[in-house]
């Protein structure tokens, strides 16, 4: 797209000087940290900001063009203030949709993979990316994934690596499990279809060993991180205080404990539910149950646990012959299997209240069960509303403790649990541990072996990395078999303990592992004698602002921020948490919905910058809204942002020539503080990102300059060719290109990336202040403290919505209100 200026000059055209530039900027390795590789020394600040880093499923998209644009715009402007900014750039290589992609075209996913990020590297160079290249990693390389297999052995070692057999979320189109965090509305994240359960033996990471530092961790995030996003990680943390309670079971010696955040209703428990799928189910049924249990069972297992807790389904289950012991009352309560109660929360049995807890007393109508209130709080029986109560009250029906609140009755009767031997004070999490296993080929192999007499041993160190079999385009997953376990050259290995036959395991890890920790890579990707580099880490680590989506943050957020408190665990690292600041970008969608092939709403990135250019695509993402919101790409167009550009670069060349040197002191003062203040209030914008805003002060700047140009002090003032610099350091955050030329076009040298961020003169930026005598037919009736270089257009705004003056009109018009800036404002009512 090329824009034709009026001055007859050549057009301004957006992709002519994209090739220009980013030679220049190779030439000069302008965005080259310094002291990344060696210990070249360097007194300014250090800055590590990094975005979450691409998966290379093909070229660039509309998010990418975002996320990028917001994380860059941050880096630059960090690098004009006089940091030492490290922005560095990996691949997020292994994974499912690159392997799915690659057996549709009947290639390695090696192949497809490696080519896509060649790709997409040129696709960054050409947006203007300012990446210290030297960072480059990918996480399929063996370099990499090595140290995958390394960490997994550390923390095996400790006992936050196991192995053990659970219901998992079972992928049938992807043919391999998924975590919990993986599975949105019941359905697979990456393929859309509908998850079932299964049981399977897998690996997990003890994230719940973790629970309680994950959440105390969060003080030093507040106010550095958005504040929903530490919302939702608490939640999903989930921590609730109560008690461990023991149900002795009827003709059983073992008893059954059950946690419950509500001990003082003890005595209204009329029956406990066991998760249909729990391995519990399975032992206390009695076998005259068995029959009609293991049909339930089995049917419950193909439904989610989104599903199963959806408070509309109507709540199913079936006895199991078997009665538990109150232990306060000494009743016998039936047992049921039911789907409402999930296995994983847990021993995967519950208490159930049916007269203070909804699903209860759902289930509790459903089988003609008893509903005992033991909490009054003055609202009807909720056997005959089929309302749960669920306020707080004093205990009723509950021996001596009739008459005690809540939590005076959750002590006391904790206390007596205690003293009997039947229970105790207690927490539990929602959070479950991270299932890291994958069935399927493309990902870190596990470094352990399984051997019929050492059992699971680890590869040793020296063995590292175990790679991949380099056969991945025969290795397709059949029937839920892992596609590792038909490489038999591959699997069949001497156990390294005793010698004998073993085998490797076939699973590899979630790439989730791969995301947990690359960032601590990135200061030296080719650092060879542990997962990274102490020297690095002591230099940039933790990362001073990362950037990358909401949608993560239950997922790769927390995972991190685990993975993070292990290695400071290991000595590792001194920090415990990896980003001291995060800023979310919102999503790129299209007429309110989400872009999609089936949809057919997909906007093609690499056309948008053949029509528009890379700058005028950058500046719409983030002028588009704050980094936080989403962007609706039919509501904005980079026209716009093109046409803006070109007058930026009229600019430059519109500048009187002579002007080149001139102090810009001596120049018109009102237009210099006009230009200062603009630069004052850009700075501070860009300080909290509100980088829409910043370019929204940018633009005003623009039509400053155009008006003193075209109406005076004239394009020779040296205030207009200060604004005009200025303008061009300030954009180079947002259109790099176009910034760079601008710079060029006015003469200065050198490239305006490197260039130092203009310093507002806060003697300039300070106005002054002068009193407005405002009358109504000629009386006073208000004074105004007002700038002494007001526009006559706002002193006349100021005056009229003057409290003082609109009482004075009492309701009449206004005739004409007759100024003269900046002391004095006449208004003339209507007659």
């Known amino acids: 797209m090329h824009v034709q200026e009026k001055s007859g000059q050549d057009a301004y055209d957006p992709q002519a000087i994209v090739e220009k530039w980013m030679r220049v900027w190779q030439q000069r390795r302008a965005f080259e940290a310094k002291g990344l590789t060696t210990d070249e020394g360097d007194d300014r600040p250090g800055s590590y900001v ?27 402007f960090g690098r004009m203030r006089g940091h030492n900014v490290l922005t560095p750039i990996g691949w997020d290589s292994f994974g499912l949709p690159a392997e799915n992609a690659a057996f549709k075209r009947d290639l390695d996913p090696r192949d497809w993979t490696y080519a896509n990020i060649e790709v997409q590297a040129e696709s960054f160079r050409r947006l203007g990316m300012s990446f210290d290249w030297r960072t480059r990693l990918h996480t399929s390389d063996p370099e990499f994934y090595r140290w995958n297999q390394w960490l997994f052995l550390r923390m095996f070692e400790r006992g936050l690596a196991v192995r053990r057999a659970a219901p998992v979320n079972w992928c049938p189109q992807d043919a391999t499990v998924l975590a919990n965090e993986q599975v949105l509305q019941g359905r697979c994240e990456r393929c859309g279809a509908a998850v079932v359960r299964r049981e399977l033996t897998q690996w997990f990471f003890r994230t719940t060993a973790y629970a309680q530092r994950l959440l105390d961790d969060m003080a030093q995030l507040k106010g550095r991180w958005p504040d929903d996003v530490l919302t939702m990680q608490r939640n999903w943390i989930g921590r609730s205080d109560g008690a461990h309670i023991d149900f002795r079971i009827a003709g059983r010696d073992e008893s059954v404990r059950v946690f419950s955040t509500r001990p003082d209703t003890l005595f209204g428990a009329t029956f406990m539910v066991v998760a249909a799928d729990a391995a519990l189910a399975e032992d206390l049924c009695a076998p005259d149950q068995r029959a009609g249990f293991e049909v339930y069972r089995d049917t419950v297992r193909t439904a989610t646990d989104i599903e199963r807790l959806a408070a509309d389904r109507p709540r199913t289950g079936v006895p199991l012959g078997r009665h538990a012991i109150n232990p306060m009352t000494g009743e016998k309560m039936p047992i049921y299997a039911a789907d409402y109660v999930l296995s994983g929360y847990g021993t995967g049995a519950i208490m159930a209240v049916p007269a203070h807890d909804q699903r209860d007393l759902d289930f509790a109508r459903a089988m003609d069960l008893p509903v005992r209130v033991v909490m009054d709080t003055g609202e009807p029986d909720p056997a005959e509303t089929g309302i749960a109560i669920s306020g707080d009250g004093v205990l009723v029906n509950s021996d001596e403790f009739d008459g005690l609140r809540k939590d005076e009755a959750i002590v006391a009767i904790t206390e007596k649990l205690a003293r009997d031997g039947t229970g105790e004070a207690a927490l539990a999490y929602r959070l479950r541990d991270w299932l890291l296993s994958r069935q399927r080929y493309w990902g870190t192999p596990i470094p352990i072996v399984h051997c019929p007499v050492c059992g699971e041993v680890p590869v040793p160190d020296d063995e590292l990395p175990v790679r ?52 601590l890579r990135y200061p030296n990707p080719n650092y060879t004698d542990g997962p990274f580099d102490p020297e690095g880490v002591r230099r940039w680590l933790p990362v001073d602002h990362y950037v990358g989506g909401k949608e993560h943050a239950t997922g790769h957020l927390l995972y991190a921020r685990f993975i993070t408190k292990v290695c400071h665990d290991l000595g590792l690292v001194p920090f415990v948490e990896p980003f001291t600041r995060l800023t979310n970008q919102g999503q790129v969608i299209m007429n309110g919905r989400s872009m999609s092939k089936t949809l057919g709403n997909l906007v093609n990135l690499q056309e948008q910058l053949g029509q528009f250019g890379p700058d005028a695509v950058r500046v719409t993402m983030v002028f588009a809204g704050p980094p936080e919101e989403d962007i609706d790409w039919a509501d904005v167009s980079p026209t716009g942002s093109v046409k803006w550009l070109a007058r930026v670069w009229r600019l430059a060349g519109d500048l009187d020539p002579g002007s080149l040197g001139a102090d810009p002191a001596a120049g018109d003062r009102p237009t210099r503080q006009a230009i200062h203040r603009l630069i004052d209030e850009t700075t501070r914008q860009m300080e909290i990102t509100r980088l829409n805003v910043a370019i929204a002060r940018l633009m005003e700047l623009t039509s400053l300059l155009r008006k003193a140009i075209d109406r005076g002090p004239g394009a020779a003032d040296p205030a207009v060719r200060e604004g005009v610099g200025a303008l061009a350091r300030m954009l180079s955050c947002f259109a790099p290109f176009t910034a760079e030329e601008v710079w060029e076009r006015i003469g200065e040298p050198a490239t305006v990336a490197n260039c130092m961020w203009p310093e507002a003169d806060q003697s300039l930026v300070t106005q002054d202040l002068v009193t407005c005598v405002v009358q109504v037919a000629g009386k006073v009736r208000d004074r105004l403290e007002v700038p002494a270089d007001i526009a006559e257009d706002d002193l006349r705004e100021l005056a009229v919505q003057s409290a003082k003056v609109l009482s004075a009109l009492n309701g009449t018009d206004v005739l004409r209100v007759i100024v003269r800036a900046p002391r004095l404002v006449n208004v003339v009512p209507a007659r």
């Open 50 to 76: 990094v975005s979450m880093y691409p998966y290379p499923s093909g070229d660039l998209h509309m998010g990418h063009g975002e996320v990028y644009s917001i994380s860059d715009a941050i880096a630059r």
């Open 468 to 519: 991949l079999p380099e056969i991945g385009y025969k290795l397709r997953p059949e029937g839920g078999i892992p596609p590792l376990a038909s490489a038999t050259d591959w699997v069949n290995v001497a156990c390294p303990t005793c010698g004998g036959a073993a085998q490797r395991d076939t699973d590899t890890m979630d790439t989730f592992v791969d995301s947990s920790w690359y960032y």
